[in-house]
Each structure stands twice: as structure tokens, then as C-alpha cells.
């Protein structure tokens, strides 16, 4: 069983930054792909970002392409996403999550993720 904790949310103000980190523990595979999803209240989860296991493909929404970086250390079972000039809308809670199969670095769903973190609140002040 993996389990994954997210860290580094908190309080941004409009144009700022923020890098939220991912901790993975637990039995990991070669094929795990992960990603970035986030929900705001009311809101269904979206994706923002994923990654494959080398790290050499990386997809993002469209939404927040130009100002996020998915990154990771598999060394240090450590996921990373980078955040610049953030907006109001960019407000949600955010989630870390991880596959067992590299196809799903191509999916914008959230239903082919098999772990999920407990999220990390980012809000962001205007």
C-alpha cells in the first residue's frame, strides 16, 4: 500500500509562489506515474499536472500551463509542484496522487489514480 502526504500549502498572495511537495512511502513500482490534482469547494477535482516515473514526460492543464512545474526525486520518493503568479482561482485544495500503471500519465481524470494524499489547502489572498 503507498501512502502519500502532501506538504506546503498555505496562505499566497496574488503574483506569489508556493511549492507543494509529495511524500511517498511504501512499496513503489517502476511503472507508477503520478500527479497533481486540485478542488476547490463546490468544485469537482481537476487535474493539474502529472508525470511519469522517469520524469520525462510531463502534461498540464491548459488552465495553469507557463506558471506550474511537476517535478520528482525517485531517490527520495518525493514529488514536487511548483507554483508562480498565483491567482484566486488558483485556490483549492490540492492533491498528490499515484498510479501503478504509466498509461495514466495521458489521462485529465482523476478515476485511473490508485493512491491519493489527504491534500494541502493553498489559498490565495488578492
Known amino acids: 500500500q503507498v501512502q502519500l502526504v502532501e506538504s506546503g500549502g498555505g496562505l499566497v498572495q496574488a503574483g506569489g509562489s508556493v511549492t507543494l511537495s509529495c511524500a511517498a512511502s511504501g512499496p513503489t513500482s517502476s511503472d507508477y506515474a503520478m500527479g497533481w490534482f486540485r478542488q476547490a469547494p463546490g468544485k469537482e477535482r481537476e487535474f493539474v499536472a502529472s508525470?511519469?516515473?522517469?520524469?520525462?514526460?510531463?502534461r498540464y492543464a491548459d488552465s495553469v500551463k507557463g506558471r506550474v512545474t511537476i517535478s520528482r526525486d525517485n531517490a527520495k520518493k518525493m514529488m514536487y509542484l511548483q507554483m508562480n503568479d498565483l491567482q484566486p482561482e488558483d485556490a483549492a485544495v490540492y492533491f498528490c496522487?499515484?498510479?501503478?500503471?504509466?498509461?495514466?500519465?495521458?489521462?485529465?481524470?482523476?478515476?485511473?489514480?490508485?493512491?491519493w494524499g489527504q491534500g494541502t489547502q493553498v489559498t490565495v489572498s488578492s
Open positions: 496522487a499515484a498510479a501503478t500503471t504509466s498509461a495514466v500519465i495521458f489521462s485529465t481524470t482523476p478515476d485511473p489514480y490508485d493512491y
Open positions: 508525470i511519469s516515473w522517469h520524469g520525462s514526460t510531463t
